[in-house]
């Protein structure tokens, strides 16, 4: 049985969800590159970025990305599970 049209569409992703896809990921890339150069650092991850303080952390919600914790912090962090 050969598929019908409709199930081969279905099979292959359009190049604007491809193009969608590929841009979103480098986006999560870049955000995690920014706040692992910045220790988590929002506010110059934004500027690294060049975009809001509050785009940032909208995306980073959108993607699920923990910001990584400072130095301190997490010397802080290990002193009190210890």
Same mark, same amino acid.
Request: net charge positive.
């Given at each position: 049985?050969?598929?019908?049209?409709?199930?081969?569409?279905?099979?292959?992703?359009?190049?604007?969800?491809?193009?969608?896809?590929?841009?979103?990921?480098?986006? $999560?890339?870049? @955000?995690?590159?920014?706040?692992?150069?910045?220790?988590?650092?929002?506010? &110059?991850? *934004?500027?690294?970025? +060049?975009?809001?303080?509050?785009?940032? $952390?909208?995306? @980073?919600?959108?993607?699920?990305?923990?910001?990584?914790?400072?130095?301190? &912090?997490? *010397?802080?962090?290990? +002193?009190?599970?210890?």
């Amino acid at each position: 049985m050969v598929p019908s049209r409709d199930v081969k569409k279905e099979m292959r992703p359009s190049l604007k969800e491809v193009a969608t896809r590929a841009a979103a990921e480098a986006e $999560r890339q870049a @955000i995690r590159l920014a706040l692992l150069t910045t220790r988590g650092n929002t506010s &110059e991850a *934004a500027r690294l970025l +060049r975009v809001g303080d509050k785009t940032l $952390r909208n995306k @980073i919600k959108q993607y699920d990305i923990e910001p990584e914790c400072s130095g301190r &912090e997490r *010397a802080i962090e290990s +002193r009190a599970v210890n």
